[in-house]
């Protein structure tokens, strides 16, 4: 490990990386109560993301009533702090440990997909259970995880031997890698939902509101001909642990037009957002227009509890 994580700067990133290994030594329901704690916490401070999570729960969600809204953003900062004690499990725990809280369905999905020769992709979204569900997928096939580098630098380079010790980590950019493993007849496994401004990007509907959209499925698709499927996970209530599902490959994917592609992806994350929808990334600016054309639902500095267009 470089000396530079050592210096002053990383001293409290240290003392969280010390606390959460020692969380990881907890049993399974002390680790959820933990984390249910942090959660509490994280609702009680004044944190701007608290407010793009609002926000995103009253554009998607406009049938719920501010009370039941304000309940589910309880809820979601719940799931934020459980999240923090899986990625513990995620980095250190064993797989046996893990295999123990997981109910892994639709494999034979991806068995029959990797039985043609042309590789397997797995598409997910970015639920609170992102970091616990991968390295579940990672314990019952060998697999390549698209990631995307933090900004903390200590947190990252654990965050990537993590990755190298259960799996391939390839970077978000790195599209000729991902064809490479692909071509090898390889799963490779990455969440395209959320905001995309790059070449390319389409705005596509999310929820029924425009949204700059992430078109890399269908182009990865058509170069390897590999299978696309989805694979979701929910945090179950209580201690029951966690349910894993890898969906049938689609059929007719890629098609002749990418929006669609990326519509059809989009309602079956609908689909999988409520059924678990304290569990979806709601702290994500996911509404970022391409161009000053669309709407701007977060204000300026993303800290407006009520920007324009709110309907609270």
Known sequence: MPLAYFLPRYWITW??????RIVELLPFPAQKQV??????????????????????IALCLPELSKPEREKLLARHCR??????????????SSDRRLNKLADVQGLDHLKAALAKGRGAILVGGHFTTIEISTRILGT????????????????SHIMFESFCRHGNPIPKDDIRSMVRALKKNEAVWFAPDQSYRNKGAAMVD???IPAASNPATSRLARISG??????????????AGYR????????????????DDVSRYNRLLEAQVRLVPEQYLWVHRRFKGLSSDYPDYYGRDSRNPSPQGSSE
Do not use: H, Q
């Open 15 to 20: 003392t969280g990386l010390a606390v959460m």
């Open 35 to 56: 984390g249910n704690g942090v959660g509490v916490l994280l609702r009680a401070l004044p944190l701007s993301y608290l407010r793009i999570a609002r926000r995103n």
């Open 79 to 92: 799931s934020l702090g459980v999240a923090l004690c899986e990625t513990a499990n995620t980095w250190w």
């Open 140 to 155: 019952v096939v060998p697999l390549n995880v698209v990631y995307r580098p933090l900004k903390n630098a200590l947190l």
């Open 206 to 208: 999310f929820f029924g």
């Open 226 to 239: 590999a299978a696309v499927m989805t694979y979701f996970a929910e945090r179950l209530p209580g201690n």
């Open 244 to 259: 894993v599902v890898i969906g049938p490959a689609f059929e007719n994917f890629p098609g002749a037009d990418t929006v």
